[in-house]
């Protein structure tokens, strides 16, 4: 009798706990769900923002934006270094064209770098420094963060080149897609906290 018992006790707590962590977890991806879902890459938005909440930790919009350009800056910096490689190794056989047009792009990522990190410092400054510079803060994220997208867009138009291996050009593509969908959202989260932020101080729309 008593062994029979010990079983379901152990039975019951171990359904019990994995109740709790499946509820735990449903919970924080509602949240992001809710957060995310005006993003064009929805399920891309809650797998970034996801290993940043948890029961303890429910970041605001103004966070949720600065990590998602945050992400968005990571993979910008690997996407150049990987670039980078593959322009050096053409150089070195001799493919000058293709080398020379991948260069180009690095030199748009190294713009697009700039671009988002100065976005985020900027986006770190707002609200804090008076409401009267907030959509001065805001038109200054919307266009460097733009101006990155469209620096991504044009490096995947010009990867044309036969030069290139075919398994080289789907990983630069592959990457210069995740960078263009990460701040695609990074500007939906952004847009999300301003609206929210200027909708709570009266401040009206630009």
């Known amino acids: 009798m008593a062994p029979n018992f010990l079983s379901f006790l152990v039975l019951f707590f171990t359904i019990l ?17 809710s957060q995310c879902r005006s993003a064009m890459y929805r399920d891309l938005c809650v797998k970034t923002l996801m290993p ?5 930790v429910v970041p605001g919009p103004q966070r949720l934006a600065q990590i998602s350009l945050a992400s968005c800056l990571s993979k910008a910096r690997v996407t150049r270094t ?6 050096k190794k053409l150089n070195q056989t001799g493919n000058s064209q293709d080398s020379r047009a991948l ?5 748009q990522i190294d713009n697009g770098v700039d671009q988002i990190t100065r976005s985020y410092k900027e ?6 420094d008076g409401d009267e510079n907030f959509m001065w803060h805001e038109s200054n994220v919307q266009s460097w963060v733009s101006a990155a997208l469209t620096d991504v867009t044009t490096c995947i138009d010009g990867i044309t080149g036969d030069g290139i291996g075919r398994r080289e050009k789907a990983m630069i593509k592959a990457r210069f897609l995740n960078m263009k969908q990460l701040a695609s959202n ?6 999300r906290f301003t609206t929210r ?8 729309n630009p």
């Open 17 to 33: 706990g994995f109740s709790m962590v499946v509820d735990s977890v449903s919970r924080e991806r509602v949240y992001l769900e």
């Open 52 to 56: 940043y909440v948890n029961k303890n």
């Open 82 to 87: 990987y670039v980078s490689m593959i322009a």
């Open 103 to 107: 260069e180009e792009c690095v030199h």
């Open 123 to 128: 986006l770190q400054q707002m609200g804090t």
């Open 186 to 191: 990074s500007l939906m989260m952004f847009s």
């Open 197 to 204: 932020y200027r909708a709570s101080r009266g401040i009206k």
